[in-house]
């Protein structure tokens, strides 16, 4: 089955950085565009990013320039550099996929970014 499992989350000031990285298994990888979504509190869950199978990074208008969206296709993963992170970033953050018209996620790792 397919599974997506998220890591790297954790407590960062503002104007630091955080990677995060998300594993897949249970789908031909390199075959998928993967992405990024964000939950804040209290707000709905919004798309961050997508790295297509080409691939070719996409972002919203909130983290682009800021963040990075790669993936390894050997290993199966994918990462999102947060950079100039801001108070407004923190969010539980969750990996995605569209396999075969049905969205998966992760369980999303939770980024706090505070003073």
């Known amino acids: 089955q397919v599974q997506l499992v998220e890591s790297g989350g954790g407590l960062v000031q503002p104007g630091g950085w955080i990677r995060l990285s998300c594993a897949a298994s249970?789908?031909?990888?390199?075959?998928?565009?993967m992405n990024w979504y964000r939950q804040a509190p209290g707000k709905v869950r919004e798309w961050v990013a997508t790295?297509?199978?080409?691939?070719?990074?996409r972002y919203s208008d909130s983290v682009r320039g800021r963040f990075n969206i790669s993936r390894d296709n050997g290993r199966h993963t994918v990462s999102l550099q947060m950079n100039r992170l801001m108070p407004e970033d923190t969010a539980v953050y969750y990996c995605?996929?569209?396999?075969?018209?049905?969205?998966?996620w992760g369980t999303g790792t939770l980024v706090t970014v505070s003073s």
């Open positions: 790295i297509t199978t080409v691939p070719s990074p």
């Open positions: 995605n996929v569209d396999y075969r018209g049905v969205p998966f």
């Open positions: 249970g789908i031909d990888f390199k075959l998928y565009d």
